[in-house]
């Protein structure tokens, strides 16, 4: 009965041991000596400039940028096509989904280590060695099969903050890809309404030549007819000399600009393409409303980016903190054993073998306490890089949103200039004709003219390109249609563990998207 009551009380304080180490073994492993992340406080003002450049756009019943797809924001046919085919062809986007594949698998390399380690074994072990009895050599053989595991306790949050530090980078790879695509999507705008405008150079050009040469011929025959002089002749003739350089100058830049294009396109101008829209005939949206600064923390992938660099260092310190504290690791095996190959698994013996371990790091030269300074120095990095990062953002969208506030302005005041130049060229063509002024002020007027209308045209790009590149400072462009659902930057459906993992419960909440392919989303 005593007995009994003693294997019993035994048994009972066995199975309470077993709990309280189950229960502090789950306390140690949820400790974790990151600091805890605190994002930076935004290094630029609540509110976008207000001034003499800066006109205000109602947001009232306008669509965020982000929310725009770009086939709605860019219309014109040709142009949208020529987005296709960049986002499916790009190398450089391919790069980036390649980036964000190879991001992925290495931190499913770091998430495994959170796991115990088993592998199966088999080996044969063979000696020779001298009998002293019969004075001859024996040979003995020892066959073995069996399988080993080890398992690093993670006390102290070593391995879970590499993990942390891990998935960080992997998510900032995915919005870098995103800011990649975003970026190629304003680009090929760009590199188009670029090309538009050396066909309108080229046409005022052309145009400007024909009447210059017919302005030389002009003066030839009456410097034959003795009419006028020799001044009046070469006068004519520089004009149409320097319009032929200029002529010569633009096609060049125009065919540039298109090479240009193709690079973006990834892939030659397909033959099939719909006819283009001219440069001002051209319909982006322009009341496109800014928002708050605020607003860009979750708008620009850069800056998205950037914070989960500043994460995956900030995790990086906890790693560094918990290399200061020991080590512990399981080490096992179990497996058969047996001196002929024939009796392995007949008879053999069974044999097995638990090696726990701990290492305490005493004195390592001061590496320790420089790794941790390391990682704290890069995590001030990190947060500069973001502050950075933030106030690009404000400085590129104020930028956009002064040259929107002037740019009507400016090309109405220069549509008015060529007009007005052209009325003066007529006058100057007359007075001419009927003798009251030289010829010089129709050369002069011609030059004023052909300036002119250079001018509008750089306006009208330039007008065109603002409103593209605040649309894409805004974060617009990553979504094809108006109301469709964004798609996530990066893909965790590849990433998921066993449904009871701990890292999981990281990426859990993360709705899965594409990730690799260069195609459009």
């Not at 770009?70 to 986007?93: G, K, M, S, V």
């Not at 999507?185 to 009447?211: I, N």
């Not at 001196?339 to 005493?362: E, K, N, Q």
Request: charged residues 15%; negative net charge.
């Amino acid at each position: 009965m005593n007995a009994k009551s003693c294997d019993k009380g035994e048994h009972v304080s066995l199975s309470g041991r077993l709990h309280a180490l189950a229960a502090v073994t789950l306390l140690l492993a949820g400790c974790s000596l990151q600091p805890v992340y605190e994002r930076p406080s935004a290094p630029v003002a609540a509110a976008y400039p207000e001034g003499a450049a800066y006109k205000p756009v109602s947001s009232e019943g306008t669509t965020a940028a982000v929310d725009i797809g770009w086939r709605n924001f860019l219309t014109d046919p040709r142009l949208q096509r020529l987005i296709e085919i960049a986002l499916a062809n790009n190398r450089d986007l391919r790069v980036a989904a390649l980036n964000i594949a190879r991001a992925q698998a290495q931190y499913r390399i770091q998430r495994s280590n959170l796991s115990p380690q088993v592998a199966a074994g088999a080996s044969m072990d063979a000696s020779r060695a001298p009998s002293s009895s019969a004075g001859r050599n024996a040979t003995s053989h020892v066959y073995s099969v069996g399988v080993s595991a080890s398992w690093e306790l993670d006390f102290f949050g070593r391995l879970q903050s590499l993990n942390d530090q891990a998935l960080q980078q992997y998510f900032a790879t995915a919005q870098a890809r995103k800011a990649f695509q975003i970026a190629l999507v304003s680009q090929v705008a760009d590199q188009y309404l670029t090309v538009l405008g050396d066909d309108e150079l080229l046409a005022v050009t052309r145009h400007t030549l024909e009447t210059a040469q017919a302005s030389y011929k002009l003066t030839q025959l009456q410097f034959q007819n003795g009419t006028t002089n020799e001044q009046s002749v070469r006068q004519a003739q520089i004009v149409v000399e320097q319009t032929n350089a200029n002529y010569a100058a633009q096609t060049r830049v125009r065919a540039q600009d298109e090479n240009m294009l193709v690079l973006l396109l990834g892939q030659p101008l397909p033959a099939d393409l719909p006819p283009s829209t001219p440069l001002n005939s051209q319909s982006i949206m322009a009341d496109i409303p800014a928002g708050l600064p605020s607003d860009l923390l979750t708008r620009r992938p850069d800056i998205m980016e950037a914070e989960a660099s500043l994460k995956a260092a900030n995790a990086n310190i906890g790693a560094a903190r918990a290399a200061f504290f020991p080590s512990i690791s399981l080490t096992g095996g179990a497996g058969l054993e047996s001196t002929a190959l024939s009796a392995l698994f007949h008879g053999a013996s069974f044999a097995w073998s638990f090696v726990p371990s701990i290492t305490v790091p005493i004195f390592e030269g001061g590496k320790l306490r420089a790794s941790l300074d390391v990682a704290t120095i890069q995590k001030d990095i990190n947060v500069a890089q973001y502050e950075k990062a933030i106030q690009t953002a404000f400085q590129e969208v104020a930028n956009d949103l002064a040259a929107r506030g002037t740019d009507d302005d400016q090309v109405a005041a220069l549509e008015r200039d060529v007009a007005a130049a052209g009325r003066f060229l007529e006058l100057a063509q007359q007075r001419f004709q009927n003798g009251v002024d030289s010829y010089l002020n129709v050369l002069t007027a011609q030059t004023t003219l052909y300036s002119a209308q250079q001018a509008l045209v750089s306006a009208r790009l330039a007008r065109l390109t603002t409103l593209v590149n605040l649309y894409k400072d805004l974060g617009g462009g990553w979504i094809e249609h108006t109301g469709d659902t964004p798609p996530a930057a990066e893909d965790v459906g590849a990433l998921a563990p066993p449904e009871n993992h701990a890292p999981w419960d990281l990426v859990k909440s993360i709705r899965p998207a594409q990730a690799t392919g260069a195609a459009s989303p």
